[in-house]
DNA sequence: AACGCCTCCAACCGCGTTTGA
DNA sequence: CTCAAACGCGGTTGGAGGCGT
């Protein structure tokens, strides 16, 4: 089967958008709603196709994306979730709401990823890329653990993915029939500001709430859904971390998540495992700034690499099972 | 000033999945 | 059921800007 024909067609412009162009998305937008992309550009007056439209508005001019530098949670969010899920950058950009599964990937490959490599961890599988002497520190095991874990939650994020499709449709058939009733009572001024991040209904309390914190409470409790097991979303107003939680057998995640939370989160974030990695120039300096390493061994590199690998995975496996003589059989 | 190298990120590309006629 | 269109995702690219020489 043929390649849909999206910017081939002649006349479609391409590359960094104007100022302009912009300008007509926007309004457009606002307007409509994006409705079908497909026909969005010829509708909106624009010379593009309508898979650059929608990464435009997705990754930049979404009214409730927020920009700049990730800060500390965000960061540990991203580097645990990634510990989780791998490259599913839409599911964890699922977990930092203001956040674009672009800008997190975009992130993860120019900064995170290379503090990993540099403290001699693999960052595709987490773990030290050279085993044996973080064996000898008894980490195998917990290797094994995530690496369990990982699998579970891979499997657990498919359904996940299935669900926030559903709630997608749910509201968006919502969401049509609100944004010709009552325009532009939002704040921000887009009617469809909370369809496009969260998928739920929200009183406006509730979303100034989410507004100012760096995670937000996504809850699934409002779905028809169709399957029996009641999914939803937990996680707290401040920050940290939002996963789904199933309580007839996956209730230990939810709790090791929150566990992690106040352990982590609520107090001392700058020590362990977060002023380890997330510790921004002292982090950079204690592994050595982008052109100063190589043979400067002298500074104590290769003992700090081990503990500091071993603070790492200690952490991540707290966050994952924090408590193993507690967790149920997982197999 | 000129050049080369590096970093960052917006945008593109190609593929798998979903939708609907 | 089939198949083309549309959508969404993840990998990759290319150009702008920063920095050092």
Redesign the pocket.
Known sequence: ???????DKLGL?????TPEEDQKLLAYIEEHGH?????LPEKAGLH?C???C???W???LRPDIK?GKFNLQEEQTIIQLHALLG???????THLPKR????I???W???LK?RLVKMGIDPVTHKPKNETPLSSLGLSKNAAILSHTAQWESARLEAE??L??ES??LHLQHYQTKVSSHHHHHHHGFTHKSLLTNWTTKTNEEQQQLDESPTSTVSFSEMKEPNPTKIEFVGSSTGGLSLMKEPENNDWISSTIHEFETTQMGEGIDEGFTGLLLGGESMDRSFSG??NETAGESSGGDCNYYEDSKNYLDSIFNFVDPSPSDSPPMF
């Open positions: 089967m043929g390649r849909s024909p999206c910017c412009k391409k590359g960094p958008w409705g079908s992309w497909r026909s593009r309508g898979k650059s929608r990464l435009r997705t990754n930049y920009r490259n599913r950058w839409s599911a964890i950009a674009t599964d672009n800008e990937k975009n992130y490959n120019t900064h290379k993915a299935r926030a499709r997608k449709l982008e052109k």
